[in-house]
């Protein structure tokens, strides 16, 4: 891949989902935070009462809220976008809780099964999301803030008023110091200039964007691009698929036995496979089984063969893994140099689901 185009395709992905700025460094200043940003009105903040449950928490009133600083974050546990975000958010939640910030994360479902409390509940205590999160599965929140992202900010003053949003990763320094200065004017107490010192582990793990050659792309024929089986997609019916001789970047393609619906591809038979050609450090896949609590067995090569050290967090040096919950799971981290790979799946039992892939 051309270095031009690796850069036109940074920009198409930085423009499409706000990818991930440069990474920080503490910030060593110990000096009270002045107001320093003119942060304009940008509405009131909208009510919670859509919500249709919640976790580490009772239900948040305007009343609970009155004179505090709040950052809602509008997120989906799925989304490689948020999981970077998630340890800033969580850093905040803890420096800035006894100056007067109540974090409100409402997740906003992507796919179906994040619908289902118990794997909010399930994946929100495995990402140590332990501030209050609104349960918005019907997407009330979310159309009453008019957000249209994942992840998404919005930042309120101790007057219920937005007065600053960032729509995907990266801009961290900007994001505390608005919280600093919404603090700063609510006079609740001397709050510190210094930021929070953050990185990122696993998938939590900021974006390789030198390398990042491969957009997010979805199985189900409704968003998919690229597809390569010979005779393309047949919609809605149980097929049996070919592997194209040969991929182009980003091209993807089945083989044996699935049935592609409009927001995944379901294997209908063992052995059923997914082929990737892809340029980037990390692969993800987005993945649940058709029947709750019965597991997936799958295998993973990298070029035609296991990939030892590029192995991801749910694969071992192999390429052995296990679908179990409905989640996103790494499947390779690769080491330099980085270079357009071929990746396939074989999934040696029946029923799995597949989403989306994701890369970093």
């Given at each position: ?93 803890e420096k ?21 409390v118990d ?217 330099r140099p ?23």
């Amino acid at each position: 891949m051309s270095k031009v185009n690796r850069l036109i395709l940074v920009a198409i992905l930085a423009a499409a989902c706000a990818a991930p700025s440069r990474t920080l460094t503490e910030d060593k200043e110990m000096q009270p935070a002045r107001n320093l940003m003119q942060l304009p009105i940008e509405g009131d903040l909208p009510l919670f009462d859509g919500a249709t449950g919640w976790i580490n928490s009772k239900a948040l009133t305007r009343n609970d809220l009155r004179g505090k600083v709040v950052l809602v974050e509008f997120w989906t546990y799925t989304c490689i976008n948020w999981l970077r975000t998630a340890p800033y958010v969580r850093a905040w939640a803890e420096k800035y809780k006894d100056k007067g910030l109540v974090v409100i994360g409402v997740h906003t479902p992507e796919f179906e099964f994040e619908k289902n409390v118990d794997n909010v509940r399930r994946e929100s205590a495995n990402q140590k999301v332990d501030y209050p999160i609104a349960i918005d599965s019907d997407y009330t929140i979310w159309s009453a803030f008019k957000n249209r992202y994942w992840p998404a900010l919005y930042f309120v003053d101790a007057e219920g008023r937005i007065r600053h949003h960032q729509f995907g990763e990266g801009d961290y320094e900007r994001s505390e110091r608005v919280i600093q200065q919404l603090l700063a004017d609510a006079q609740n107490g001397d709050v510190r200039a210094d930021l929070v010192s953050v990185t990122g582990q696993g998938l939590e793990t900021a974006a390789d964007l030198k390398e990042l050659g491969s957009p997010e792309n979805y199985l189900g024929y409704a968003r998919t691009v690229n597809f390569a089986s010979p005779g393309g997609i047949e919609l809605d019916k149980i097929h049996t698929y070919e592997m194209p001789t040969k991929f182009m970047l980003n091209e993807w393609a089945l083989a044996g036995g699935w049935k592609v619906s409009m927001t995944a591809a379901i294997s209908e038979a063992p052995n059923a496979r997914i082929g990737y050609r892809f340029h980037a450090r990390d692969l993800h896949l987005v993945m649940s089984t058709s029947t709750s609590g019965t597991p997936v067995r799958f295998r993973v090569t990298i070029d035609g063969q296991p990939p030892g050290s590029d192995h991801g967090l749910d694969v071992d040096e192999r390429g052995n893994g296990v679908v179990t919950h409905p989640r996103l799971y790494q499947l390779i981290r690769q080491t330099r140099p980085i270079t357009d790979r071929q990746f396939e799946i074989e999934f040696l039992d029946a029923g799995v689901e597949v989403h989306a892939f994701t890369f970093g």
